[in-house]
């Protein structure tokens, strides 16, 4: 993984322009962060709906968002979404060029670290996440909380047996404690309100339930 973040141009990426990025955020009336992006099909599902919003998918796997990256490259007769940009990077890289600008964050059925990150929660890796939004950003965190109730699937992630993201107390301290308002937890069954590859794959079946963890940045 190189040390800088870089802009994802089909199969190819180059190091990543802050000028170029601001720029291309003050062409639009807001600017979406999608932390953990993946194969990059909700940002442009997103950006199709919101063209007057700038979408950027952030991931480390620059190979999974080579299709989506390409698709947005494309010229408009064939489908192509301008106002949508694929970034390699990770969480804990931020905010380097992101710093106060996102108005909207979002961060879809993570897993690995960026998971930890926002469920256990570490509070300098959140103070990372929020450095990239504006003051009232929103922030949407969809969780896969099956993890949450196999006692072994938790062991395996490093996690304790007792993390529990839908009722731990000091769960919102940690988000307060990192600049967020003190964040909504709601437990729902069934597809999330957006179209997502992991969402829909990691909650297909019985008893699979999401969590939603809904709040805003309070300053940076
Ligand atoms: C289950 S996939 C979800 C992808 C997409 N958000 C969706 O809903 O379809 C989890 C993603 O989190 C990314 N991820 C894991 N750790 C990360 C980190 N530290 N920073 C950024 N992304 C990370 C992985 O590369 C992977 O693409």
């Not at 949508?84 to 879809?108: H, K, S, V, Y």
């Amino acid at each position: 993984m190189p040390a800088d973040f870089e802009t994802v141009v089909g199969k190819k990426s180059s190091s990543l322009d802050e000028d170029w990025l601001r720029q291309r955020a003050e062409d639009y009336s807001g600017v979406a962060l999608d932390i953990g992006t993946g194969d990059g099909r909700f940002v442009i599902a997103a950006a199709r709906e919101e063209p007057d919003w700038l979408w950027i998918g952030l991931d480390p796997v620059k190979e999974n968002m080579a299709k989506s990256a390409r698709t947005a490259q494309s010229s408009i007769k064939r489908g192509g979404v301008p106002n949508a940009i694929f970034i390699r990077g990770t969480a804990e890289m931020l905010p380097g060029p992101f710093a106060g600008l996102a108005d909207r964050i979002t961060i879809n059925y993570p897993w690995g670290s960026l998971l930890k990150i926002v469920s256990i929660p570490q509070k300098t890796l959140l103070e990372r996440i929020k450095g990239c939004g504006k003051q009232g950003a929103r922030v949407d965190i969809y969780l896969n909380y099956s993890t949450f109730t196999d006692p072994e699937y938790l062991d395996r992630l490093g996690f304790s047996e007792s993390t529990d993201p839908a009722t731990d107390p000091s769960l919102l301290e940690t988000y307060v404690e990192a600049g967020f308002a003190r964040p909504e937890r709601t437990l729902f069954s069934g597809d999330p309100p957006f179209k997502s590859q992991w969402g829909r794959q990691l909650v297909r079946g019985a008893d699979r339930q999401s969590l939603h963890l809904s709040t805003r940045i309070l300053a940076n």
